[in-house]
């Protein structure tokens, strides 16, 4: 094909441009505040959940060039270890992207997938979009719609993971494909069963609510739409042979998921439901939300998982859509199920402004298995795929006025744009628009030091603990270099961290306050702990709790304690450390642990 063929093609082709477009979009409005140091800064910091997944893309790759399970670790909870099917750890993403983990480190690839879900997911719902319409500037306005939703939006504060949702788009394009007569029953099972299995390594509670709503879009085809009736009765087969292909390429997800149930994740049913008042008020995610922040903050979940969100804009094309395509069976299938995904958002109770009001359907569902798992807010997804198509299709209509609808495509956008401000996005603590403060990673796991100061593999208890630190991060950064007794890898504790109070009170981390040094010195023995390694910049109870283990090690902005060899045995630590000072940690290479000199005042 020559040039000039090439350029015709892509000119007419704007698909590529679409990408484009909307990579430079989610930068923009996303990514600004961590191009300055994207190896320190990570995109979103409502919580440390973000951490998860950075370990995660740093884990895969590990555990591939060194021959050892990824879907088992003992790198955290020692000794024990976990099995991470029942954890956050986006299997997709991390091997996607473990070239650049590779080569730049896990936070920069953690940030690379953080702008690039929501690009992705706009892409593919604008494919979708345009193959519904046949039109290109109203689908790129559908694709925002859905990309750039508050579903979509609120996952990139904390768990991106949950954002990595292009596959859906897909999934309705190629079943769309099918009941149109385009694509045949094997090609139909292929490429769906492939998507679905990518969507799975990618996040299984998405499979799983992709699969419920594909099941209430079959019973809607079969009640609205006479020309899909005709397909239904040859879909069963590349169905079923599309989730035998999944279960195929997940099996062993599938199998680690079987032999063990340690680490399932908490129930959200309740926690975690949309608001109703939220369908038409933003919150402060949202650009337009500065005027509703304090009614907002009375919405359940967090500002991660407020997605029902849709917009008055969008709400009004959704009515005027109703008026002109209710008599249409593709109208009443894609009303009808705009519908049934607003009240699945709002789970078991109908919530208005934060008070439960009524039941709803769900409660009958949400304490069985698996439904208990689910939380319901997200199935604000399919409400924002299914108004994007809408949008699109309203937009695309015949009509004479069209400054009607450029306006009314430029207030869809603005009632869903993100809130370039919000702090947020820049890693915790994050304060200025075009500046940041990184997550809590001290230099000792940015410049090597860890080597001369821990030892190899040795078992380290990082403070502050859990999701209250940034511990995963610390040791991702290290490439493994040491153990972590515990690790924020889900929100629950193994059981056998459990069994002891002392272990408990220290595993589970609920009032660090009332911590004492009987609790550190029981997790420490349970775990086999050699070092204790505390941020040095924290304020919380650590260091005056720690200061009868002895002076520590200040180096690279930590406090490294060395647990003494009979301190299990109950014996108290040696001398009043509380009039000591510490001792700092010169890294000069010659020892594996250093050289550690008293620091002068």
Not at 35 to 60: F, K, N
Not at 68 to 78: M, Q
Not at 209 to 222: C, I, W
Request: proline share 7%.
């Amino acid at each position: 094909m020559s040039r000039r063929r090439r350029v015709r093609r892509v000119a007419r082709d704007p698909a590529g441009a679409a990408l484009a477009a909307y990579v430079i979009l989610s930068v923009l409005l996303l990514g600004v505040r961590v191009l300055a140091h994207p190896g320190r800064t990570y995109v979103g910091g409502l919580t440390t959940d973000p951490q998860v997944v950075i370990w995660s893309m740093a884990w895969w790759p590990h555990a591939v060039l060194h021959g050892l399970n990824p879907l088992v670790t003992k790198e955290i909870w020692a000794p024990d270890g976990v099995n991470l099917v029942w954890t956050q750890s986006a299997p997709a993403l991390a091997i996607a992207f473990a070239p650049l983990t590779l080569a730049a480190g896990p936070v920069v690839a953690y940030n690379a997938a953080a702008l690039l879900m929501p690009a992705l997911a706009a892409w593919t719902a604008f494919l979708l979009c345009r193959r519904i319409s046949n039109a290109v500037w109203p689908s790129l306005v559908g694709g925002f719609v859905f990309g750039f939703s508050t579903y979509v939006v609120g996952g990139t504060l904390a768990h991106v993971q949950t954002a990595a949702v292009f596959p859906v788009p897909l999934i309705a394009l190629v079943l769309l494909q099918f009941f149109e007569g385009k694509l045949g029953r094997r090609a139909l099972g292929f490429r769906l069963g492939v998507l679905l299995a990518l969507q799975g390594l990618l996040e299984t509670e998405i499979l799983f609510t992709t699969t419920l709503a594909l099941a209430v879009a079959l019973v809607l085809v079969a009640l609205f739409v006479p020309k899909g009736r005709s397909r239904l009765g040859s879909f069963a087969v590349p169905l079923a042979g599309a989730y035998g292909l999944a279960a195929v390429l997940l099996s062993p997800l599938l199998y680690y998921a079987a032999v063990t149930s340690a680490g399932k994740p908490l129930p959200g049913n309740d926690a975690f439901v949309g608001d109703a008042l939220n369908i038409v008020v933003p919150t402060h995610v949202e650009a337009v939300g500065w005027w509703a922040d304090r009614m907002a903050r009375d919405f359940p979940g967090n500002d991660a998982e407020r997605g029902t969100y849709i917009g008055i804009p969008a709400l009004i094309i959704v009515v005027l859509f109703a008026r002109r395509w209710w008599r249409t069976g593709g109208g009443r299938f894609l009303l009808v199920a705009f519908v049934l995904g607003v009240v699945a958002t709002l789970g078991s109770w109908l919530t208005l402004d934060g008070r439960r009001v009524v039941t709803l359907p769900w409660i009958h569902l949400a304490a069985r298995p698996p439904f208990e798992y689910l939380m319901p807010v997200r199935f604000s997804l399919f409400t924002a795929l299914v108004t994007a198509v809408i949008v699109t299709l309203w937009l695309a209509a015949p009509t004479r006025i069209i400054s009607l609808r450029i306006l009314a495509s430029a207030l869809v956008i603005l009632a869903l744009a993100p809130n370039v401000g919000l702090a947020e996005w820049a890693g915790p603590r994050a304060v200025t628009l075009f500046s940041a403060t990184p997550p809590t990673i001290p230099p000792l796991f940015t410049d090597g030091g860890y080597r001369h100061c821990l030892r190899k593999n040795e078992v380290v208890l990082a403070l502050p603990f859990g999701a209250r630190g940034n511990s995963l991060i610390w040791q991702a950064n290290s490439g493994f270099w040491f153990r972590l007794a515990g690790g924020y890898i889900s929100n629950t504790v193994l059981p056998s961290f459990q069994r002891s109070p002392g272990v408990a009170s220290v595993a589970t981390n609920r009032n660090p306050e009332r911590i004492t040094l009987a609790d550190i010195r029981a997790f420490t023995h349970r775990a086999a702990v050699t070092s204790i390694v505390l941020d040095a910049a924290d304020r919380g109870p650590w260091r005056e709790l720690l200061a009868r283990l002895g002076p520590p090690r200040a180096t690279g902005g930590v406090l490294i304690y060395r647990i003494p060899s009979d301190w299990s045995t109950g014996r108290s630590p040696p001398g009043d450390a509380r009039r000591t000072r510490p001792r700092t940690c010169t890294n000069n290479g010659a020892s594996s642990l250093g050289n550690c000199t008293t620091r002068r005042s």
